[in-house]
Structure formats: C-alpha cells, structure tokens
C-alpha cells in the first residue's frame, strides 16, 4: 500500500533552517511528484511546492520563493522540504503529498504523510 | 490570481440529513477541483478529484458536482465520523485551497 512516512517533530529558533523527509512505499517514485502543504495552528492548508521525481523540476508558491528548496533522492524514494531564514509564521504542520503529475504539478494530492510539526520559536 | 471561496464557514446539521457544501472559484478552473477531509489531528483525506469522480475507498454518500466557477460537495445521509472540516482545492493551474468549511454536529 501506498505510505509516505515523514521525520519527526522539530523546534527550531527564527532564522535557522529546517529540513523535512517524507519516505515514499508502495509505489514507484519516479512515477509521480510531491507537493508540500503547510497548515498553521487552527488554519487552513497552504501549499508549498512541487518537485517532479521524474526529472527534479520544482514549482515554489512565490511568497516562499528564495527560502523554500524541495529535493528528491530516487535512490532512497524519499523527499525533501528545506525552508530557511525561519519566522514565528512558518510555525505548522508540515505535509507532504503525492502528486500525479510529474510534468506540471497541476493535479490533485492522493496520499498524504502524516505531517511533521515545525516549531519556530526563540 | 484565483480565489477558492468555501460557504458556509461553519454548517450545523444533524446524523442523518443531507449537506451541501459549496467551492466557488474567481475565475474558471474547468473541472479541475478537489475536495479532502481533514479531522482534528489528522492528515487529509482526498474524497473527490475531477469534481465529481470518488477517490479510491470513498462511500457514496459523498457525490461531487459542478465545472467552471461553482462546485458543490453533498453528502447525503451524514454519519457521525462525516463531521470534520471540508477544504476544496483547484488545479488548474498552481494549487490553492478554499478556507474550509466545518460540519459540525447539530
């Protein structure tokens, strides 16, 4: 069955760096892409990005341009969120999602990790 | 840019009777919407894609309608693990969600 594990919980003080893994299983990677959603506490979900792991192109939403990098390593069938310069804001619940497309990234999110809990705070 | 609009923000109905939650989005998205579930503490969960075809697992009480700029998510006979927060999602282009609405029990 389809599984994308996340790494764990991590409290971060503002304007360090984070970097969040998402394991995929149970499908081949290379067939799909991944999108990274945040949610703030008691908020609705914003979306991050996009990364093909067919071919490592990468889409950022443009208020996280220059601080948002999305990587992927096939090897290991697992992806990567880094989100530098951190702020009290970018305090969420971090998610990764499978994605159709691997040439656009316009698609919609089938499975889900189980989100990672990003604490920016001094 | 497009704007994904949820209505109501917050939608009281009791175990058994219908709902209706609306999308609207500020310029047309074709067919190109998603609607998820999300309960406290959990992930989401995609219900719709395509606007009305069911994801893997999904009952049929819960149907999905409407292309262009209105589009609506009904589930018909509600049951008590129904009540949670509702988000719809276009992808037309890049992705962006409406602000969710919650079913709460009434």
């Known amino acids: 069955q389809v599984q994308l594990v996340q790494s764990g919980a991590e409290v971060k003080k503002p304007g360090a760096s984070v970097k969040v893994s998402c394991k995929a299983s149970?499908?081949?990677?290379?067939?799909?892409?991944i999108s990274w959603v945040r949610q703030a506490p008691g908020q609705g979900l914003e979306w991050m990005g996009w990364?093909?792991?067919?071919?490592?192109?990468?889409n950022y939403a443009q208020k996280l341009q220059g601080r948002v990098t999305m990587t992927t390593d096939t090897s290991t069938s697992t992806a990567y969120m880094e989100l530098r310069s951190l702020r009290s804001d970018d305090t969420a619940v971090y998610y990764c999602?499978?994605?159709?497309?691997?040439?656009?990234?316009?698609?919609?999110?089938?499975?889900w990790g189980q989100g990672t809990l990003v604490t920016v705070s001094s | 840019e497009i704007v994904m609009t949820q209505s109501p923000a917050t939608l009281s109905v009791s175990p058994g009777e219908r709902a209706t939650l609306s999308c609207r989005a500020s310029?047309?998205?074709?067919?190109?919407l998603a609607w998820y579930q999300q309960k406290p503490g959990q992930a989401p969960r995609l219900l719709i894609y395509?606007?009305?075809t069911r994801a893997t697992g999904i009952p049929a009480r819960f149907s999905g309608s409407g292309s262009g700029t209105e589009f609506t998510l009904t589930i018909s006979s509600l049951q008590s693990e129904d009540f949670a927060v509702y988000y719809c999602?276009?992808?037309?282009?890049?992705?962006?969600f409406g602000q969710g609405t919650k079913l709460e029990i009434k």
């Open positions: 999602a499978r994605v159709w497309d691997i040439l656009t990234g316009y698609s919609h999110f089938d499975y």
């Open positions: 149970g499908y081949t990677f290379t067939s799909y892409g």
């Open positions: 990364i093909s792991a067919y071919n490592g192109n990468t």
């Open positions: 310029q047309s998205v074709s067919s190109n």
């Open positions: 395509g606007a009305s």
């Open positions: 999602q276009q992808y037309n282009n890049w992705p962006l």
